[in-house]
């Protein structure tokens, strides 16, 4: 196990005193202190090629130069102006943002500064335009952590749940292909799925229901990949009982599947959609792109926040949206995702522990498990994994609703040889840990997605 310098175990420390323990979600001691497009270094100057993306943020790579010049350039005029008065470039953001976005129907958009804020706003947009009280979300979603964020939230627990006096919200499982209760064929487990959900709002009254939050890839559940006809037809009840259709594309979107936005991998048009994460390319912002009527509805300070539309965070995601769209990096999260996925099915031969290999895009899963035939979860083996790829020089971490999917989801932009590089290092943490040389001491730091 690599030791921990005095610097780092007192940053540690200062850490477990100065922070609060509901922001610690830690893994490996990395202190970060420089990045650029597909690295990271630590204040020991070590290098680390990032899997990561700090949570899917760098679409466009860690430091882009498009992104600090438009940001710098802004930041020498002013830094901000609230949204008591105009400023060009918000407008610039809502019309490019319109422009590319699924749905051939009056739209505008809504801004924030974090995913959960923006699924709020969603939310709060759909409550208001329908006066219906109830939601829909699934099991294991997440949607960022606002008070109605984890009204909704899937993967909180039970006990922090019911401490947000929200209660009109309904849970259906999300389709997950590879565990769905013996169902081999994915079509046929989207069939299950839908008549669930049919089933739900039947009994609670589809008509009840405000909206439906959707995750056109469920991330934080491990990455599940829904089947199609499970997302055409959850669109079909949504549209026949006049509930908003919400696709959350904090994570999915800004090129990272393979399309701008996941839901492009459907044949279906969401009425709202939220973007979060990669938008900003780094810099805090988020916004609801959709219907206009539906966003409309409220009244003017119903979205207002003083750092809303924040004038440097927009420069900063206007700059991030054309590069994502005339570097096509759609197109290159494609073909690197089709790369990494050949590497890692090879490895899936290799390697009992690696039970199935998921994903759309530069967002890929690798499930670990303790045997390939039973598919029981194994999170410890996949903890020790990327304990390992750390220490080898990879910034990898685990999520899903066992906590034991390895997470992959670099920069659109990261070099081939970087890669390639990481996913060496992969396969050879699985050796290490298969052989034991990973001792059970490195999961005290790793507090990590359970
Ligand atoms: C699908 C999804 N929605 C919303 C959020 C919340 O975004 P933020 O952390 O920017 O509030 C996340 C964050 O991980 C997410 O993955």
Known sequence: MSTI???????LRRYKMYVTSGQAFKYFPLVVSRAENARVWDIEGR?????????????????????????????????????????????????ILVKNTPGSFEKKAAFGL????????????????????????YTYSYHGTT????????????????????????????????????????VECGEHHLSELDKLVKKISGYSVAALLFEPVQGDGGVLVPPRNYVEGVRKITREYGIVFIDDEVQTGMGRTGRLWAIEHFNVEPDLLVAGKALGGGMPVSAVIGR????????????FATSATHTASVAGALAAVKYVLEN???????????????RLEEMKERYEVIGDVRGLGLMIGVDVVKDKKTKEPDRKTALKIIWRAWEKGL?????????????????????????????????????DVLSGRVPDEVLEYMAAWE
């Not at 096509?328 to 050949?342: E, P, V």
């Not at 899903?400 to 943490?429: C, F, H, M, Q």
């Open 328 to 342: 096509k990096l759609y197109d290159r999260a494609s073909k690197l995702g089709g790369l990494a996925t050949k």
């Open 147 to 186: 008070a109605l964020d984890i009204a909704v939230g899937g993967s909180f627990k039970e006990d922090l749940r019911i401490a947000i006096p929200f209660r009109e919200v309904y849970f259906t499982e999300y389709p997950d292909t590879y565990r769905c209760g013996g169902i081999d064929d994915p």
């Open 114 to 137: 974090s995913g959960g804020d923006a699924n709020d706003t969603a939310i709060k947009a759909s409550l208001i335009y329908t006066r219906r009280p109830r939601l829909i979300s």
């Open 47 to 95: 290098v680390y090629i990032d899997f990561l993306s700090s949570a899917a943020t760098y679409n466009v790579g860690h430091s882009n130069r498009e992104v600090v010049e438009a940001v710098k350039k802004q930041l020498d005029k002013f830094v901000h102006y609230c949204l008591y008065l105009y400023h060009e470039l918000v407008v610039e953001l809502a019309e």
């Open 395 to 431: 910034i990898m971490m685990t999520y899903g609703k066992y906590g034991n999917v390895l997470r992959i989801a670099p920069p659109l932009t990261i070099p081939e040889d970087d890669l390639e590089r990481g996913l060496e290092i992969i396969e050879e943490s699985v050796k």
């Open 5 to 11: 310098s005095p610097r780092v175990e007192s940053i």
């Open 292 to 303: 206009a009527d539906i966003l409309d509805s409220a009244p003017p300070q119903t979205y």
